[in-house]
């Protein structure tokens, strides 16, 4: 376990030191050089609950059920309200209350 936990360290800090093996000596053209992109800012319409609640059913199915009820309450927030891509905010909501559904009757059987 020593040796494998060595080889482990190892190989971390070579691998941030690992250089080229060949010289570069040409200049960097500055027309292959592109201007940074300015990010995309959202506004308050961004649905940010309905991504987290289709995460928590790819976990729930994936994983464990019981990810299903934050699942559930991030579509709920999700489907409440004016926000883009709503549609996504009912299809996780009611995949979560079928995991959520399946779980509960799995337990109980």
Excluded: H, R
């Excluded at 200049?27 to 995309?40: N, R, Y």
């Amino acid at each position: 376990m020593k040796n494998f936990l060595l080889l482990f360290a190892m190989s971390l800090m070579l691998s941030s030191v690992t250089y080229a093996s060949f010289p570069v000596t040409q200049p960097v053209d500055e027309a292959l050089v592109t201007a940074t992109a300015e990010p995309i800012v959202y506004g308050s319409s961004f649905n940010w609950q309905a991504i987290v609640s289709i995460a928590c059913s790819q976990i729930a199915w994936s994983v464990t059920w019981y990810a299903a009820i934050p699942g559930i309450i991030f579509g709920f927030m999700a489907v409440k309200g004016d926000k883009n891509i709503k549609w996504l905010g009912w299809i996780a909501y009611i995949l979560n209350a079928f995991f959520l559904g399946y779980g509960i009757g799995y337990y109980l059987l």
